[in-house]
């Protein structure tokens, strides 16, 4: 019988041991090595599970969004200045107005998951390398939970009917595929001849 992985809410992803398998299966097979970021380094499967948990959290903490966009339009517009207006007005009316749009922004602080991802890579949480490495762990599992190898896990995590429960699911599986698959697993030791 398969083993299910549950997130905290429910979600239309299953995450099974077996497609977990498949996942690192098709890792091994990569072009590149899986756990080697850009700067040369190997990272341990558990510093990009920690990533991956930190950006679960942060999603949690700030709110999920399946897509970014422009905040509203802000209230306000800035008035047209003539040659009587002082630059002293003209700094000033500014500045309202930049914290005017600072201001609808951070009332709008969704985030999407590869934007929440990138946050925690300059973080105690995590560096580029995890980052980079924690959105390839996510790209295999979404190959293998699609059975397609051409599938990325940005574009599926924006589908239409994505649910902050999916994004969930698929960070928390991955995280559990770095601890177990990752270097410094007992799966990623060699097995004695």
Sequence with gaps: ??????????????ITTEMLEK??????????????????EQSTGEAVARHLD???????????????SWPAAPDNVLPATDDETSVR????????????EDSATARNSQRTVITALG???????????????????????????????DARFAPWAE???????DITALLTAGA??????????PASEPTAA
């Design 89 to 100: 007005d003209m700094v000033r009316t500014l500045l309202d107005y930049v914290r005017e």
């Design 54 to 68: 930190a950006t679960i959290t942060l999603l949690d903490t700030d709110g999920w969004t399946r897509t970014w």
């Design 23 to 40: 996942a690192a299966q098709l890792a091994r097979d990569a072009y590149r090595p899986l756990w080697t970021g850009n700067s040369g």
């Design 119 to 149: 946050y925690i890579g300059g973080t105690e949480h995590g560096d580029p390398d995890t980052r980079d490495i924690a959105q390839d762990v996510l790209n295999v599992l979404v190959q293998a939970l699609t059975d397609n190898t």
């Design 176 to 185: 559990r595929f770095a601890r177990t698959y990752g270097p410094g697993s």
């Design 159 to 165: 589908r239409l009917h994505r649910t902050h429960a």
């Design 1 to 14: 019988m398969p083993q299910t992985l549950t997130a905290t809410t429910a979600s239309s992803v299953v």
